[in-house]
């Protein structure tokens, strides 16, 4: 994912989701081989998961705080329509006990689904908990593993190597500076004055105005009870450019966020929140980035920061996002079509 999951500014990244030279699940099953499951800690669990490139979509995001487990689950990310939220436990010999929970447009409660996960050799096996269900699905942590910024990106589980950044484009022949030849950015002229925010005006998708086509990323807000949860996602059929959305709190005109960094980003370990207050005009939300790993008191919220922040258009209807998907298409990178296999020269993170 670019900009803000990468923390990252807009103007210096480019799209490199076709260079990475990653071993990661062959070096997961090494590991995995080498010890028995109940021996695989937490960050072996944590993170994103989907079933295997090629194979009908199911992403789960799970976020693990010790024995709690939250975090989303969807078919396609930027599908709202297949969103639901994940609550649980998590035990290092018995695994994980979750419900996904779909809730309806208004916040209350459309299905509740009962699943167990476990891990086996590098992959996770997700079972219906219901009585009277069957079946399951295996999991996978996905092959592509995460866009790197300026920065390398590092991945969990342990022992995943990082994907590292390539040149970025244009930067020959003395330009190669963030304004890329055409000046200092014109300064925020603002359209009117911000909403005091009630849910029903952030619930939705909303786009943000930086990155082209594939890897723009798309904040979806959802109502969930009488709270606001979500996913940011770009591209959105990759766990590891998805992140939860949590901690969401309304503070007059500001809409403060974490989000969740389970299993890969520009730290090591790359496990942490990025913090993100917004406001909202019209329909664009100017958000900026506060910071990462910060506990934001909503009665005593941190001050706006210096400087431009960065857009997003919306909110879009979930309902109108119903069909939206992105898998089978290009998925190694421009071009490469729909095959799961990785094109002559790619390493994919693991099979």
Same mark, same amino acid.
């Given at each position: 994912m670019h900009a803000i999951l990468d923390c990252e500014p807009p103007s210096s990244r480019d799209s490199v989701s076709g260079v990475k030279t990653l071993s990661f699940l062959l070096a997961l099953?090494?590991?995995a081989g080498a010890q028995p499951a109940a021996a695989l800690g937490i960050d072996y669990w944590r993170g994103g998961w989907r079933t295997p490139l090629g194979t009908e979509p199911h992403i789960y995001e799970f976020v693990m705080r010790g024995a709690k487990v939250t975090g989303v689950y969807c078919r396609n990310c930027s599908d709202a329509t297949t969103i639901g939220f994940i609550d649980g436990t998590w035990d290092e010999k018995t695994g994980i006990d979750f419900t996904i929970t779909f809730p309806n447009p208004n916040g209350s409660t459309r299905s509740v689904e009962r699943q167990h996960a476990m891990l086996t050799d590098g992959r996770l096996t997700v079972t219906q908990a $219901?009585?009277?269900t069957t079946g399951s699905r295996t999991l996978v942590k996905d092959p592509r593993g995460a866009d790197p910024g300026g920065a390398p990106a590092y991945h969990l589980p342990p022992g995943t190597p990082p994907a590292l950044p390539a040149p970025r484009r244009g930067a020959a022949g003395g330009g190669g500076g963030r304004g890329g030849g055409f000046g200092a950015a014109a300064p925020y002229w603002q359209a009117g004055p911000f909403k005091k925010l009630r849910p029903e005006d952030v619930a939705g998708s909303w786009i943000a105005s930086f990155g082209l086509g594939m890897n723009r990323q798309i904040f979806t807000f959802m109502r969930f009870g009488n709270a606001l949860r979500g996913v940011v996602c $770009?591209?959105?059929?990759?766990?590891?450019?998805t992140g939860p959305i949590e901690n969401v709190h309304l503070v007059g005109d500001t809409l403060y966020f974490d989000i969740v960094h389970e299993d890969w980003g520009e730290s090591e370990p790359p496990t942490f929140v990025r913090n993100i207050g917004a406001q909202?005009?019209?329909?664009?939300?100017?958000?900026?980035?506060l910071g990462k790993n910060l506990v934001v008191d909503p009665a005593k919220p941190p001050a706006r920061p210096a400087g431009r922040g960065f857009t997003l258009l919306g909110p879009i209807a979930l309902?109108?996002?119903r069909g939206n998907t992105s898998e089978g298409i290009d998925v190694w990178g421009p071009g490469t079509g729909p095959t799961p296999q990785p094109p002559p020269g790619r390493t994919p993170i693991g099979k």
């Open positions: 099953a090494t590991l $219901g009585k009277g $770009g591209r959105c059929d990759n766990p590891y450019t909202i005009v019209q329909n664009e939300m100017l958000a900026f980035i309902e109108n996002t």
